[in-house]
Structure formats: C-alpha cells, structure tokens
C-alpha cells in the first residue's frame, strides 16, 4: 500500500530537528512545554478538561490492561528461554561431572582386572591402587574366567 513504518526511540530524539521535537511533545506531562500548538491544545484539553479526562478513562484503561497484558506474556516468554538455557547449561554440567565419574570408574575396573590377572597382587592391594572397595575388586575377580 506504499506506506512506511518508521520506529523511533523517543528518549534519544534530538530536540533540534522536526521529529526530534514530535517525539518531546508525545513525552511532555505539561501542555505548555511541547513545541507543535495543535498537539499542544489537544493534550490541554484533555489534561485539563473534566469530560475529555472521563472519555480518556476508559481508553487508558484499555491500553494500559493492554500493556500488562503484552508485559506479561513477553515475560512469560522470556522467562521460558531463560529457564531452557539455564536447564541446558545445568545438564550439560551434570552430564560432563557424570560422564568424567562414570570413565574414571571404568578405568578403575579396567586396572584392577588388568592386576587381577598377573595373578601376583593381593586384593587389598589392587582395591588401594585402584580406589575401588575391596568388595569391587572381590566381585571383579569372581566375574573373571581365570
């Protein structure tokens, strides 16, 4: 349809230039500051008239229940990801501890059954150099076929 939407972040608008100032006037409390006199008129009358402020109620109300609404679903949203990425990161750190725990356990095996088989180790020595309980070492032994 050839129109344009243009987003400006009004805070950071330059008061020197057209929209600079437009951007002033949508953010201005007091009437008798903004620069442009129709904007200027409008906001006095709805400022400072009884019945514009009780026809503006119900509109403000509605675009403030809005807000919150928007507020809340995009926390929502936001606290969804968060919670993702903070659920991913511990995982990926409890898997790691778990996986570095289950190879050195492994490990362990793998060397007592490799001294279990010079047939020349006691036990209990094999179970201190190890770091496994000698009921492991016990129970490595008695699966092997010696």
């Known amino acids: 349809d050839g129109t344009h939407i243009v987003y400006v972040v009004a ?23 903004m620069y442009y006199t129709d904007l200027r008129g409008k906001a006095a009358e709805a400022k400072e008239g ?4 009780e026809a503006m109620g119900p509109i403000m109300r509605e675009i403030y229940n809005k807000g919150i609404e928007t507020g809340r679903k995009e926390g929502i949203e936001t606290g969804r ?4 990425e903070t659920g991913r ?5 409890t898997g790691r501890k778990e996986g570095v725990e289950t ?7 793998n060397i007592a ?11 209990a020595t094999i179970a201190e150099c190890s770091g496994l ?12 076929s010696l």
Request: aromatic share 2%; glycine share 10%.
């Open 11 to 33: 805070p950071l608008a330059e008061e020197d230039t057209e929209l600079g100032r437009l951007m002033h006037d949508f953010m201005c409390p007091d009437p008798g500051k």
């Open 50 to 53: 009884k019945e514009e402020r």
């Open 81 to 84: 990801k968060e919670g993702a």
């Open 89 to 93: 990161r511990e995982g990926l750190e």
């Open 103 to 109: 190879g050195r356990r492994e490990e362990a095996r």
């Open 113 to 123: 059954t490799n001294m279990i088989r010079t047939g020349t180790i006691p036990l």
């Open 133 to 144: 309980s000698l009921g492991d070492v016990q129970s490595i032994k008695s699966s092997m």
